[in-house]
């Protein structure tokens, strides 16, 4: 088997303030798919393209935010070879009973020094993309909103960079795909890391505070299709951070937007294909603003300071 | 290591009738970059965002199609463990020396059942995308015709489906994405097989005679990019078999034309990841006009009878 | 007054051999906005960004085909001194009462000599694009299927070209913008006609039967729509005749497809913008698979032969 | 015919402060074509699809700005048809001999009340766009940058804005497309002027100095194009002022950006087809935000302050 370990970042429960006008948000205008409703009130979402049951959970709660990020591995030895491999490396694991989570297999759950809570899984019922196994066509009918295709990545602010960056580097096998530094090269600043071919599953930007949420991202097909979703951004009066715009880093399309609660939102198109063989790129501080934001060459007020 | 084994197609050998109108095609108008010429008068090729040395290798020889087609593992010790499975199922395997093509290091090469000659290697010389690992630009200067970013797949014919469908699931790990079967879904009629996360990197047709290629992808960027090309073909008269179209297939959209010796060339853009639990597709031979080309819903003369 | 006279090709009364499917069609597929049905039966159509009443009119008839192509003139005035140029000019005209159709004010109606029934009118009433006057969005909710911005103009196959181009272009103040001509330049084949700054309002094509209609053509904003297009015809199942393509002439991108009724439509995007002072372009008749499909370069077996 | 009088804007001169790096930004990056040099050192440049001489003249000067926008007309019966209007409306008028300018016929040169200088020509030398008028393709090889279509409308602000669009209407027969005004409906802020069927030729917005220059705009064929400005002028360093975004004025994706010497460039694509009896639309200041930057919903504070 070529993919082996973590697969792909696949899920993200967030929490949002109130679930009428985040449902709204997420359905009506990111055009996600609601696929079931938990007895505690949480709201499992996916993106027409997953075939699993959901990758986004939304729970209500007093602040916004992020509560965990998962990653989907090849299989349940997997699971059980990081459970190893975390403890091993001194990271207390809890493991989470299947059905926890509707539709989800056991989970390992742990926290990465950035503070940010990560859990891993095996196993989710698959509900398909809206078309037949058989002869499908290319799209299902009746979509709604922006259209993503998935959930594609978060990024994510903390204080303890480097022990995280080791943790998923050393331990769960991701790949640096690009890195912002120093201009001495001594620090780094941010990591962008792969699970296995994306230009990243979920990348970390260091600051002071423990796990802070910057965005979660979704992919979107094509540059057109960023440029829908600024129209619907600016019809439906949804607060626009930046873009339409390019990132230096992954090189990828994008526009970043909050949902009602204020966690900002993205969705992204384009980037290239990362292989293990594919040599890691550096971006100096002295350039971060082109790395960010490669147009306008400079971070707009909101990139650094507004997290939840 | 998220990704083993067999990362990607990396490389094919394609005979040309004659090699100065062939480098015009493949240079000028396809706009692959040429990093070598060989002291045998092969020539080697890029695409642009490719690290690699060389992805396409031009040889010079009496009749058109594919000399052989080599797919980069993701190290020596993959390289040394295919040996042994290949070996184990039967398979006779040749090792190549390093240095037999530029800037490769040692090939395992093999002949499967379709009569399609494969190789496999671990290692070949970066030359880079031409663009800084530091602070980079997103695309670099002076690229020509049709800009792919890499060489992507290629389609082949040949008589013994099943066998060559086995030994590459089975001993080389790689997954099908998608299958064509007759109605009565007995036999497999074509096979599109993937190493990692794209739809294919490789695809095979059931076909009478033994080691037929049926033509090379090469992927670009998006549908507007499609358009480019047919520009681009149009405007040099180069002979177009089909297209702007879209795949059923892998929802790729298309378009198929002929390099100056009768070779079959694809721009792709396009397609969804693929990973190990995402559900094959089954089309049915009833519908293969639909499975090939989305829009016409029927096959067009060439597509079963012209190959190299 | 910068524009007087013919404004543009402003409406189109399409029959259909059955009303329920041609509804579903042009309505739920081709995504035009039904306005009124008149108490005879015919359905009024329009394209989301006209503000005119309708463009289309579909009319239930034995036989498919176009009852007559109506052109909107800059005012009654105009009206009245083409009514006198074109009865100078031997052409028996018919002043229709306002009212007759629906929301339309008087019409003048004759005959070319290609047999095709004109219409000219300079009052519709004005139903607005879906969207407010003041402070408006770039684009109203609740678009459907291809989402035209309009009805764009109409292809037609008669005998007479040679008179039919004179009447336009003499007494009404059309503009050849391209030709199809002999290989000796002796007898045109083919016209593309432009009242304003379109590549064309209408077009004809020598043929030796009067008053056929070739297609309806429809503007659609970019050649990622003629994607969508295409995708919509496949899902649909709605018979395709050639596309996704371009035309040499206007240089366009297309796709042409079916009716239930059998009458071709077309959704065109892209197109130079045309002055008076722009030369016109001559295509000769050897080279008149560029002129029409500049891809495939030959005209595909329908295009000569299928009209209603 | 259909189109008389002014039929579009055809040309601009812009001061540059230094001629070399001006060539370079208008020719390599914004990708015009030098059709001449004067022997005063003027340089006259055209877009690709243009068929006459040129549309921009750069005319190096110790400091930078629009010496005048040229409109051209119909005919020389429209040019002296104006003489007598525009004098009988009070304004002075001096006739330029043929010549003056490079391959350009006699002007009609005077000043607007917002004090812009404006000319009026009939007759330019016609070079081409670079394809034959037989047989042509669908766009001439070797186009560099930005690969503009045509040089489509100048942003102009001046003091008696009144003025200057009484001149343009009542005089000139511009129509009205869109306008700004202040809430109460009293006052216009801007005006967004055309002369056939562009959203705009020219626009004027009200400001304190007479004769400020905001920006040149060239056409583009798609968002996508937008996309490849954006990246140009992030690789070449060129100061962008805002973009991609979109306006909520004529609808159209734009990018903005300053030549070498300050001058502010517009790339446009998109917009929509304005005919005499298509609605004007009002803008209330109070969404001049979105009027302006339909997605930031916030003018920049360039867009008011920095003009030359």
Known sequence: MAITGVMRAGAVQIRVTEMGPALRHYKDILGLLQTAEGSDGRVYLKAWDEHDHHSVVLREAESPGMDHMGFKVSDNAALDDFERRLEDSGVTVTRIPEGQD?????????VVPTGHTIEL????????????LDNPEVWPDDLKGMKPTRFDHCLLYGDDLDGTVRLLTEVLGFHIAEQIVTPDRQTMIGAFLTAATKPHDVAFI?????DRFHHASFFIESWHDIQVCADLIAKHRVPLD??????GITRGGTIYFFDPS?????TFCGGYIFYPDRPALTWTEDDIGRAIFYYDRKLNENFLSVTT
Chains 1, 2, 3, 4 share one sequence.
């Open 102 to 110: 509707e539709a989800t297999g056991e989970r390992l759950q742990f």
């Open 242 to 247: 930046i873009g339409p715009t390019r990132h």
């Open 206 to 210: 260091r600051s002071p505070e423990k």
């Open 121 to 132: 899984y095996a196993e989710m019922e698959q509900v398909g993309n809206g078309m037949s």
């Open 262 to 266: 204020g966690n900002r939102n993205e």
